[in-house]
């Protein structure tokens, strides 16, 4: 995809960890989400970190697990950054 799409790219990348949870591969949606979050620091965009968030609840069987324990660390570090930039 051109750099012209970065935002489109966070929602594929949703989509993608979304497709994956669905199909009982929580640690491949884990490593989707993070893609998708690595393309949120470049271009912000609240969609694509809605679909995240959508994933996150979706993985709550797995919340023990090491990659869903890490993907929550980056998930609180985002959220404490946007109420910070939205005070």
Same mark, same amino acid.
């Given at each position: 995809?051109?750099?012209?799409?970065?935002?489109?790219?966070?929602?594929?990348?949703?989509?993608?960890?979304?497709?994956?949870? !669905?199909?009982? =591969?929580?640690?491949?949606?884990? *490593? &989707?989400?993070?893609?998708? +979050?690595?393309?949120?620091?470049? #271009?912000?965009?609240?969609?694509?970190?809605?679909?995240?968030?959508?994933?996150?609840?979706?993985? !709550?069987?797995? =919340?023990?697990?090491?990659?869903? *324990? &890490?993907?929550?660390?980056? +998930?609180?570090?985002?959220?404490? #950054?946007?109420?910070?930039?939205?005070?």
């Amino acid at each position: 995809m051109p750099t012209t799409d970065d935002k489109q790219r966070t929602v594929i990348y949703g989509d993608l960890a979304a497709v994956e949870a !669905a199909a009982g =591969q929580p640690e491949e949606a884990c *490593r &989707d989400a993070c893609l998708a +979050l690595d393309q949120l620091e470049i #271009t912000w965009y609240a969609t694509g970190m809605e679909r995240i968030r959508e994933v996150r609840g979706a993985l !709550a069987p797995h =919340q023990h697990d090491r990659y869903v *324990r &890490d993907l929550d660390e980056r +998930l609180y570090g985002w959220t404490t #950054t946007v109420s910070t930039r939205s005070r």
